[in-house]
């Protein structure tokens, strides 16, 4: 078994500030100052309704994944969500023309205690249930400059090696967007306590959005009040004239999803006098740490340790080592 390694963990520690050259990374861009008009889409989530009606809120029920689909194709979608990804979808292309094939975004989105972590996984059509797909590309939006940061790794299914190095920490920033490609091995790192954070962020939750774009979908769920994968996203027609209705109480989360006013744009194709666009492709940007040290920390027996000790045989950088089953690999915190 292999747990991430006491120096990759130690490095969440490192000053935000910090950047990295990351223009040779064929996996993944960020985006700084790409988007505009967010104040609706900030307002659905950022407000308990919609949590509550996830289950979010309430840490006696288990939670369940949930996530939503729309077709990328249907532009009577008036959904802030719809609206959202289509925006990114154009900011995205440029840097992965695989995109072009996108017919679909699903997306999900957590609202998580400001030093909580979340586990090693990759992306998958329906959790994984019938067969291992991955989207095309995945794209991450960060609502503030809360939380530890987000490991990406070079990882893959299919891999037939662990890969030891070639790991970044991206931490949040507002608004601020990753995408990276979507068969990759990826988790968040949790921070300390005591970790230096902006003055309002003490109370506060690491709340993001995740958007993954599909050339297809195994199958998209109707709407229901239990929290699922891959569920269509419901139409406000879906609510009854009757707002004293129980269907209509416990979701009246989705009205804060639509509007006629909302105006999220992309900043490529604003006027020069607009702060422009910023892509860690082009910019060296604050926040996004090189892994340079191995990724991986195997956990020995004592037996193992003692004869590791006895022998003082030391592995070399270069040395491979076979992958372990998914279920064996751990953040070991």
Known sequence: KFRLSNEVLRSIDLPRQISSKTSESSIFVVYDNALCGLAQLRQAFLTPDFWRAHNYVSSRQPRQFFSYCHSLNEYNDHAVTATTARVILQILKPDFPQLAQAQYVEWWSHR?????????????????????????????????DI?????????????????????????????????????????????????????????????????????????????????????AFPPLSILSSSATSTFNIRNAWIRKFYCSDHNISNKRSQPRSTPHLLSSRRSRLPGIIACRTPLWTPLLTEEELENKTTKRKKEDDH???????????????
Request: glycine letters at 6%; charged letters at 20%.
């Open 112 to 144: 998580r205690p400001r030093c909580s972590g979340h586990q090693l996984h990759f992306d998958s059509d329906d959790e994984g249930q019938y067969q291992l797909r991955h989207p095309i590309v995945t794209a991450i939006l960060f609502f503030d």
């Open 147 to 231: 939380g530890g940061p987000t490991l990406l790794t070079t990882q893959k299914p299919n891999d037939h090696v662990l890969h030891r190095h070639g790991a970044h920490l991206i931490f949040p920033r507002r608004h601020r967007i990753l995408a990276f490609l979507g068969d990759r091995l990826h988790s968040v790192l949790p921070i300390s306590p005591t970790a230096t954070q902006p003055n309002s962020a003490f109370r506060q939750r690491r709340t993001t959005l995740m958007l993954a774009y599909w050339s297809r979908l195994t199958r998209i769920r109707p709407f229901t009040d239990a929290p699922a994968s891959a569920v």
């Open 319 to 333: 040395d491979l080592i076979p992958l372990p089953p998914y279920e064996a690999c751990f953040q070991g915190y």
